[in-house]
């Protein structure tokens, strides 16, 4: 990238907070911003008090890149801040509002949530489970998921969730990697009516080799003989590898276990999860996140940006195997003694409309989501949230990639009836906790922009020299390039498990005492932040950076765009030329002339200069299990080449259907 990123797409729409929301929101004195940053230690260290600690800290801060330790000697445990400390006025409150697949409902409170996690808690130890192993957990989203994660808190062992869509062999690498004592799982979990089975996996990837894991705990969810699995019939749940002595039921395990089970003082310090990510290239990263920091961020973040209220009934549709659901489905909502509604399936089933009927039956008024998910729902039609109630909303949040400011507005205007704010939060796995976000009471929103850093938090941009663009620009002035953090924050990853050497080259060699987020973003007048992806992402075409978001946001605002992707493809004398897939909406149907016309369209919104070469309209793009366009694997189409690793793909038919079709458009 060079000095500057291309700032062609400009969006001059400015929403202000309602003088109706600002009244109430839980933050709305502007002042906090200049505070927190003068001083962001003392800022999180008065959040930190506001949790519950068994011995308080020495010292709030130690730093020294890439290594950071906050709230220094400081006992707590993360389990009690978010069940028991809710005992003395939220006892009888619903904690997790679970809906499954099927349509099942369970509502558990905390007192029964406090019972429910000391048994899973009793059962784990009861398998040898103690301060400082590894759990790992692979089930879909039920509660008993929570349960385990709250449990691991509990005893001083930390989980590792890996994301049920997984493969045998993902799970493989990520259990001996973490070197887990236990894999807690299910029978299967429900998604799209079928049955995906999980259990099976566990087994595959245990014959595979994992020597460090002495049991396994299976929780019965689906049981169902002759069910659907990824829709081929079966004889039922295959027991073949069920191994006596190591895999024990759920139901025979835990039920009958002591709902009392003390919480273990946790250093501050003290590992509380580690999550692995999907690097662009290698093996996965075990992002380790610690106890008294990390808690501290997602209870801070949850309760002003989301505004939480005491009766909210607040939805994170984020699954526990990503981050977002580990800081906004478990541990933010309920240290902020929050009701968190957790559903099992996908949004389709049995209709278009299962997300707007969630929100109908159970009165949901705060929704956060996923920009894939809203291209999906408006891709669908409008007729799937008209037919429902959504009038109990008041706040809507979007996180994972950057917003398409069509998406944005569409968001705003249909879910939100105009009258609730959108937050677009931005952060990473290794971040903890969101980093750059409004707060509604308080942030004019621009559709597309995360807006500003949260108080507390240093974010710029560098280039390619480490030069800070923000310090040296002119007033008003805009400026892009790599998006960096130039002080520490409590949420912050305290490494790569087991690789500490490719946590200082990942994050820390770029730029000295820097973190490199390895994403992009551009710095408007206002001192707005647009994200503009992962730097990768940024083609050079014609000695012009243009960034692939900008050229799809142009392109989904065209009337008959849904989706698009975009990637750069080698060009002898542009260096890159732009290659685009889209889908269309229902109704539109692609021809010669729609193809000419969405070129033009690009051409108008940005500029000549990112007019596409082609565009090629497309059924499906090629996404991860986590919703994620691969674009690598639109470059080898665009290019010609074979196609590179497709295993991580939720479907890999859609990228072979790809290349035939572009194939055929090209000859
Ligand atoms: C990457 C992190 C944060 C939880 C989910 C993803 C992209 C995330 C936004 C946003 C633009 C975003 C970035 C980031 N990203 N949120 N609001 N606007 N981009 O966690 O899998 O660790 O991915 O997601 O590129 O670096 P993750």
């Known amino acids: 990238m060079s000095e500057t990123i291309q700032t062609l797409l400009t969006e001059e729409r ?38 519950d600690w068994m011995k308080p800290w020495d010292r709030a801060l130690e730093w020294k890149a890439p290594n950071v330790k906050w709230f220094l000697g400081g006992k707590l445990n993360a389990c009690f801040n978010c069940v028991d400390r809710n005992l003395q006025t939220r006892a009888d409150k619903v904690a997790i509002l679970w809906e499954g697949e099927p349509g099942d409902v369970r ?107 002495e049991s396994v705990i299976v929780l019965e969810r689906t049981g169902v003989p002759g069910a659907l699995t990824n829709g081929l019939p079966t004889p039922g749940y295959d027991r073949s590898g069920w191994t006596e002595g190591r895999d024990h039921w759920w139901h025979d395990l835990v039920p009958h276990q002591s709902p009392d089970c003390p919480c273990e003082e946790m250093d501050s310090e003290d590992l509380l999860f580690i999550l692995y990510t999907s690097g662009s290239t290698g093996k996965p990263k075990g992002i380790v996140h610690t ?116 998406a944005w507005i569409w968001y705003l205007q249909k879910i939100g009836g105009g009258r609730c704010p959108v937050v677009d939060t931005w952060w990473q796995t290794e971040t903890g906790h969101m980093l750059i976000t409004p707060l509604p009471g308080l942030t004019a929103t621009k559709p597309g922009s995360a807006t500003r850093p949260f108080p507390g938090i240093r974010a710029t941009v560098f280039n390619d020299m480490g030069e800070d663009l923000l310090a040296s620009r002119k007033p008003g002035e805009t400026v892009g390039g790599y998006l960096v953090l130039t002080h520490p924050w409590p949420g912050m990853t305290r490494g790569i498990w087991g690789d500490p050497k490719r946590f200082a080259d990942v994050y820390w060699s770029r730029f000295a005492d820097t973190y490199f987020t390895g994403d992009g973003a551009k710095v408007d007048g206002d001192g707005y932040f647009w994200l503009l992806g992962r730097v990768d992402d940024v083609m050079l075409v014609a000695g012009h950076n243009i960034s692939t978001m900008e050229v799809e946001s142009a392109l989904v605002d065209h009337p008959a765009v849904a989706e698009a992707a975009v990637i750069g493809k080698t060009h002898e ?38 007019r596409p070469d082609d565009v090629i309209i497309s059924a499906e793009l090629p996404k991860t299990r986590s919703g994620k366009i691969m674009r690598r694997l639109l470059r080898d189409v665009a290019e010609g080449r074979a196609l590179g690793d497709t295993t991580t793909l939720a479907d890999p038919a859609v990228v072979n259907a790809l290349k035939d079709k572009y194939e055929s458009a090209e000859g």
């Open 573 to 610: 004398l542009k260096g890159q030329a732009i290659s685009a897939f889209v889908l269309l909406r229902a109704g539109y149907s692609g021809s010669d002339g729609l193809v000419d016309e969405l070129k033009a369209h690009v051409a108008k919104k940005i500029g000549a200069i990112a």
């Open 291 to 406: 106890t008294g920091g990390y808690l501290t961020g997602v209870y801070a973040t949850f309760q002003w940006v989301f505004d939480h209220k005491e009766d909210d009934i607040f939805w994170c549709t984020a699954d526990c195997g990503w981050v977002t659901g580990h800081s906004y489905v478990v541990y933010g909502p309920l240290a902020n003694g929050a009701t968190v509604v957790m559903y099992e399936g996908a949004p389709d089933t049995p209709d278009k409309d299962r997300f707007w009927r969630l929100i109908e039956r159970h009165k949901i008024t705060i929704l956060y989501t996923a920009p894939t998910a809203i291209r999906a729902f408006m891709k669908w039609g409008d007729e799937f949230p008209d037919r429902c109630d959504l009038s109990s909303l008041r706040l809507l949040g979007s996180v994972g990639e950057p917003i398409n400011p069509e």
């Open 107 to 213: 509502k558990i409170t905390y007192r029964q949530l406090k019972d429910e996690v000391s048994r899973t808690a009793n059962a784990l130890k009861s398998l040898g489970v103690g301060k400082g192993d590894r759990v790992c957990i692979y089930m879909p989203m039920v509660p008993e998921l929570a349960f385990t994660m709250l449990a691991c808190a509990r005893i001083g062992a930390a989980h590792s969730v890996v994301f049920g869509g997984f493969s045998a062999e993902s799970l493989f690498d990520r259990i001996n990697d973490a070197q887990a004592k236990v894999v807690v799982t299910t029978d299967g979990g429900w998604r799209r009516g079928g049955v995906v089975p999980l259990k099976k996996a566990v087994d595959d990837a245990i014959v595979m080799g994992c020597p460090t894991v």
């Open 14 to 51: 400015s929403f202000e907070p309602s003088a109706e929301f600002a009244t109430q929101a839980n933050v709305n004195d502007p002042e906090i911003y200049n505070q927190a940053l003068a001083d962001p230690v003392a800022f999180w260290e008065g959040w930190a008090k506001k949790l």
